[in-house]
């Protein structure tokens, strides 16, 4: 299981609207990771994540929800394996298959890295993770985030 903790940013009836606290880099890397990098190219700090509740939760209140991980490994094949499989198996199609050209066989395996890609967009969209809330700390309760948490 894959446990993080996140903050309560807005409530709407039964559903709160969560925001992952940013960790600090390692001290390894002090931020020049290949995790960090992503992380400032995309973005993805100021997003927020919605999940129905059935407590009443308030602005500020920590709560920390658990990932199911068996999914994860699939959704990770279907992200970076797919496309990187659909381009080689185009390579090979066009080069051994078809004997076609240099230029022709790059554009084939461009071309089927491309739906690589697509399918596994819509794959991964049909994914359900299952997401748990294991704990609602209460709003007067400090709570820090410590790595792995």
């Known amino acids: 299981m894959i446990e993080q903790t996140l903050t309560v940013v807005s409530v709407s009836g039964t559903t709160a609207y ?31 994540f919605p999940i129905k509740v059935d407590n009443t939760l308030e602005i500020g209140q920590k709560v920390k929800l658990s990932l199911d991980d068996s999914k994860v490994v699939n959704h990770a094949f279907y992200v970076y394996m797919l496309p990187l499989m659909m381009a080689f198996i185009f390579l090979f199609i066009a080069s051994l298959g078809l004997a076609l050209s240099e230029p022709w066989q790059i554009f084939l395996a461009l071309a089927g ?14 994914i359900k993770h299952d997401v748990k809330v294991v704990k609602i700390y209460p709003i007067s309760m400090a709570v820090t985030q410590i790595d792995g948490d």
């Open 18 to 48: 969560l925001k992952a606290e940013q960790k600090p880099a390692c001290e390894g890397c002090n931020g020049k990771c290949g995790s960090q990098v992503f992380s400032k190219l995309f973005g993805t700090h100021n997003k927020t």
């Open 113 to 126: 890295g491309f739906l690589g890609y697509l399918f596994a967009k819509k794959r991964v969209q049909s």
